[in-house]
């Protein structure tokens, strides 16, 4: 069984950076998609960023820039490095592994989810 666990959130000021990780286990096969999307309060999900299998990574645009994504070498461990935070970077941010195209925006088809770890931006 597949287990992602998302750690590095907190409650931060605006203008701030965390580097928000994700230590996935349980599989065999390290060569998967990767990504992290969010979710603010009171609204949809949204995709930020994804390492495809292949190593390619892809970004929505309107985050590129501020949010870098980045994987360890043994591929176990998923990182989101975010940079310039504002009040409206605050949500839950969730890792998700592994759907077919490895795109950012495609992380709904993904076979794993994390439970989230929470980023809080104040003013």
């Known amino acids: 069984q597949v287990r992602l666990v998302e750690s590095g959130g907190g409650s931060v000021q605006a203008g701030g950076s965390l580097t928000l990780s994700c230590t996935a286990s349980?599989?065999?096969?390290?060569?998967?998609?990767m990504g992290w999307f969010r979710q603010p309060p009171g609204r949809w999900r949204e995709g930020i960023a994804a390492?495809?299998?292949?190593?390619?990574?892809t970004y929505a645009d309107s985050l590129k820039g501020r949010f870098t994504i980045s994987q360890d070498n043994d591929k176990k461990i998923l990182f989101l490095r975010v940079i310039n935070l504002t009040p409206q970077d605050t949500a839950m941010y969730h890792c998700?592994?592994?759907?077919?195209?490895?795109?950012?925006?495609?992380?709904?088809?993904?076979?794993?989810w994390g439970q989230g770890t929470q980023v809080t931006v104040s003013s």
């Open positions: 998700a592994a592994d759907w077919p195209s490895g795109y950012y925006n495609d992380y709904g088809a993904a076979h794993y």
């Open positions: 390492i495809d299998r292949d190593g390619t990574i």
């Open positions: 349980g599989y065999t096969d390290s060569s998967f998609s």
